[in-house]
């Protein structure tokens, strides 16, 4: 009978089963191509979440840029409420970036 104690540790099962020389029946080479094909499915997707995380990062900080940008900008030349509003409760900057009048 075996129990926990005379079990073979996962680490030994995993050597044996991950090695290319080592001797397998059908299923343990199936295991086999079956734990690399996830890992190498692991590293794609951890290789595009990175990529993901680090565009988020960038896509963040230009949105921190563009609001302070919107906090700061001033009227537009043709704005008629240049004297009764400040610049930032006015979209007059946004429809002159936009090519409107
Ligand atoms: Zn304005």
């Not at 005379?6 to 001797?23: K, M, N, Y």
């Not at 988020?56 to 043709?78: C, F, G, M, S, V």
Request: proline letters at 4%; a negative charge.
């Amino acid at each position: 009978m075996t129990d926990a104690k005379q079990a073979t540790p996962a680490a030994a099962l995993e050597q044996q089963i991950c090695s290319a020389v080592e001797p397998k029946n059908e299923r343990e080479w199936w295991a086999h191509r079956e734990i690399e094909r996830l890992r190498d499915r692991l590293s794609v997707e951890t290789l595009a979440l990175v990529e993901t995380l680090a565009r988020a990062e960038r896509a963040e900080a230009e949105a921190a840029r563009l609001q302070a940008a919107i906090e700061q900008a001033p009227h537009d030349k043709h704005c008629v409420y240049f004297e009764i509003s400040p610049a930032n409760d006015c979209d007059c900057w946004k429809r002159a970036a936009l090519g409107e009048r």
